[in-house]
């Protein structure tokens, strides 16, 4: 008799089998249903842990790095009421939320581990503008991609966000946000001028730079995943250029040396108007200039500093033109995705990213590489295989007109932030750790060279040693201060997050 209770227990638990996994139901998912049914109807927006097609498709992970997360529940809240009743059955249940946008966390911290219910913003689409004050509201639940192209069509209006299209506005606007335009317009927190959230309490607050303004400060680079769930934003807009010019300069690895040493002394002190990016990938070093102003004079000035024999192309195009094309370059998305012309920047949706196994280490410098150092990324240049790639992301500008403590992104005043990216199809352990050990050499490399110390808070990295360090430096014991004041018990946590 109790062999048979204890097998229709064991039933009664079982859901399916997902990835190879086989799928038992938690106990508390009933309890955590009950209760927000109880506060209202959200039976339609709860999605438990099971074989379902809606249960895989928001379980959707891009990022193939093992193992495969299975939470407990998706819930697809409607507006910040729906977001603070979660938190209260959550707190009082004992129950983890983990807030998820876009779903590129690189370690997949949105989707917890499976006692985790996952709250999904991607209904909170709300898009507003005024053209008066020049600002956006914008709910938690865009992509960056779908934003930028929508704020051009409704208002003719941009603002700093990042590059890849299918990353979410609330990850990204929360940990930093480098975009094109960045040395122009700042980094994504620099535009922001309030937000909605839900925190620890229950309580719904609008932090700004008069209310609640230490959480106003800490979520402008802290991460929003510390102090609670960010249902909108309000970012600062600017009329959007009508033409942009797009420029770029390629050169072989013969010739890295005086390349990149002229790039490193040139991009981050070129004027503010021009971003001036630089990436190493398949044995091609290329420069890629875009200037807002439409005119390519910035970008001849910019070809007079580097050796002559680049390839050298350079083109004024209109912005929604330009805007799809850096998507295009920057993205991988699945074979099924339409992406043709502009107008398809607004049907990416979450499972229109490839699914790769994607590792990237970053670091930040303060200091030029000598010779001898350029020498010796030359020999890891040549010796690097074609699915590890490097980026250098020019500072300077407007980034840099921002003190390290005006907002809790500390990473102000440096030259230039780089990182290496392996990318893979096939998730086992062969290709994690071919990817971890090309991209820790290049990152062991850095250290003898510019002898860094930060890292990127949104390329979050599990393998990193002292994070909290790299990610937030000086700024780490005033986030833990206010860590401590909005979510004195640390409900809201993950691996890497900040303590109290
Ligand atoms: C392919 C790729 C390209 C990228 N390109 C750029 C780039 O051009 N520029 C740049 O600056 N960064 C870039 N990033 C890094 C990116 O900014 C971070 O990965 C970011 O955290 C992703 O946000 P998300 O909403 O898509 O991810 P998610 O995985 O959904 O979330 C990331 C983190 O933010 C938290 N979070 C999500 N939503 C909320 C919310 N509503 N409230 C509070 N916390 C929340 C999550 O819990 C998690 O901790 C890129 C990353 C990848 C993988």
Not at 15 to 31: A, M, R
Not at 164 to 192: E, N, W
Not at 488 to 500: A, E, G, L, R
């Amino acid at each position: 008799m109790e062999l048979l209770t204890g097998f229709l227990l064991f039933l009664s638990f079982f859901v399916g089998v997902s990835h190879g996994k086989i799928l038992f139901q938690d106990p508390n998912y009933e309890p955590f249903r009950n209760c927000l049914n109880r506060n209202g109807n959200f039976s339609s927006l709860i999605v438990g842990r099971s074989n379902s097609k809606a249960y895989q498709q928001l379980n959707f992970q891009w990022q193939r790095k093992p193992p495969f997360k299975t939470p407990m529940a998706f819930v697809l809240v409607r507006n910040s009421r729906d977001v603070q009743k979660l938190v209260r059955c959550g707190t009082e249940l004992g129950i983890h939320l983990m807030p998820k946008g876009g779903g590129h966390s690189l370690e997949k911290y949105a989707f917890g581990d499976s006692a985790t219910v996952v709250v999904d913003v991607r209904k909170l689409k709300i898009l507003k503008i005024n053209k008066v004050a020049m600002t956006a509201t914008v709910g938690a639940g865009w992509l960056i991609g779908p934003l930028n192209y929508a704020l051009w069509k409704t208002e003719k209006v941009y603002t700093a966000l990042g590059i890849c299209p299918t990353v979410g506005i609330s990850g990204i606007a929360t940990g930093g946000g480098y975009g094109i335009f960045s040395r122009t317009l700042g980094l994504t927190v620099d535009s922001t001028l309030e937000m909605k959230i839900v925190t620890a309490s229950g309580a719904i607050l609008r932090p700004n730079k008069r209310k609640h303004s230490d959480l106003f400060w800490a979520l402008r680079g802290g991460v929003g995943s510390n102090f609670g769930i960010v249902t909108q934003f309000v970012f600062k807009v600017h009329p959007a250029p009508e033409h942009v010019f797009y420029g770029t300069l390629s050169y072989s690895v013969s010739q890295f040396v005086e390349v990149f040493d002229a790039w490193q002394k040139y991009a981050p002190s070129a004027p503010a108007s021009i971003s001036a990016m630089a990436e190493f990938e398949n044995g091609t070093f290329d420069v890629h200039v875009s200037d807002p102003t439409g005119s390519g004079a910035n970008f001849e000035v910019l070809v007079k500093k580097f050796p002559r024999n680049g390839i050298k192309t350079g083109m004024r195009m209109t912005y929604p033109d330009h805007l799809f094309l850096i998507s295009k370059h920057f993205e991988y998305l699945t074979p099924a995705t339409k992406f043709d012309s502009p107008p398809d920047l607004e049907n990416l949706v979450r499972g229109s990213t490839l699914p790769l196994y994607q590792k990237r280490k970053s670091f930040y410098t303060n200091v030029e590489v000598g010779s001898l150092g350029l020498l010796a990324i030359k020999t890891f240049l040549e010796e690097m295989p074609d699915l590890v790639t490097l980026s250098f992301e020019a500072y300077g500008g407007v980034i840099n007109s921002v003190a390290p403590g005006d907002t809790a992104y500390v990473h102000r005043g440096t030259l230039y932030h780089t990182y290496v990216q392996y990318r893979g199809q096939t998730p086992n352990a062969t290709a994690e750790a071919f990817g971890r050990f090309w991209t820790t050499k290049y990152f062991e490399l850095g250290k003898t060279l510019v002898h860094h110390t930060e890292s990127y808070q949104n390329y979050v990295d599990g393998t990193l040693p002292n994070y909290l360090q790299r990610y937030y430096g000086s700024n780490l014991k005033k986030l833990m201060e206010v860590k401590r004041s909005y979510d004195p018990k640390n409900y809201f946590h993950f691996p890497q997050s900040i303590p109290t």
